[in-house]
């Protein structure tokens, strides 16, 4: 049983963290986060968001980049995987 454990469900097991990780990379976007916090603050200066809108975006995004920061730091360690 061991033998059909290790042929059968390992590789499957090592593709669904693989897919988790890569999953996670993409939804927390560290610099994607960042950039949108820079195009928030632009807007602000040209006057194309309101100081409200602005104040309220910028909480929102930096609630987002927190964890993001976090989840990246979950992969990073090797503490992000599929349990069977």
């Not at 049983?1 to 890569?22: E, G, K, Q, W, Y």
């Given at each position: ?22 999953a996670l990379n993409e939804l ?30 910028r909480e929102e995004l930096e ?22």
């Open positions: 049983m061991i033998v059909v454990d290790d042929l059968l469900f390992r590789p499957i097991v090592s593709i669904a963290n693989a897919l988790h990780a890569t927390y976007d560290v610099e994607e986060i960042q950039d949108e916090l820079s195009e928030n603050r632009l807007l602000y200066e040209l006057g194309e968001r309101s100081e409200e809108e602005y104040e309220r975006r609630a987002e980049l927190e964890a993001a920061r976090e989840v990246r730091e979950w992969i990073s360690g090797g503490r992000v995987e599929v349990k069977t």
